[in-house]
């Protein structure tokens, strides 16, 4: 499998002082890695610099310069915006557009064919904020295919919906990573789920990332939390 992404002795932090040091991480096309930590411990200062939103302080980070979509935590979008699901998966095409030129022709039969490949289709025109949890998470994440990612970032993309809505979206990501080869890396603080569904997790605590296999790296968090 072909690797995605590289970090090698990567430092991130904010304001020059690095919150998390000696990151050393690869992601290969097909593979699904949980992300798992205590409150505050720099799970999302990873993430945002794997994404390039903080510089990088030491070391380095090879990422895929366009090939690479993210889910974020908080959604933006607020959800009584008058926006229609297609219209919200969209979006997702306009960091391509130049101008304020329309979607293309291709570019909405993109849009439709991620809504179904999630499973949507059928609730094309309906307004975004008629969905529940769960079918709002399945629309930000065809709106983050529409860039047709080889990578894909999810940032607690099962928080607040129940727990047959999350197998149905960890069975939708495990069908990206088979089938398009993509690589997923997913933060979660389900820890019962990832320890079902990921084989591997990266454990992100006093300023270091470990990987290893879910089972451990869960155990030794639980652990933590309860020693």
Known sequence: MSRLLKLDGAAFGYGGRPLLQGVNLEVHAGGMLGIIGPNGSGKTTLIRGILGLIPTLSGTVTRPERDLGYVPQRESLDAIFPLSVEEVVQMGAYGRLSGLRLLSRAERRLAHSQLTRVGLAERAREPFSRLSGGQRQRVLIARALMSTPRLLV?????????????????????????????????VSHHLALLRQNVSEVLLVDSGKVERGASHAMIERMEHCQHG
Do not use: F, K, Q
Request: net charge negative.
């Open 154 to 186: 999810l940032d607690e993309p099962t928080s607040g919906v129940d727990h047959d809505t999350e197998l149905r979206l960890l069975e939708l990501l495990r069908t990206l990573c088979a089938e398009d080869g993509m690589g997923v890396l997913l």
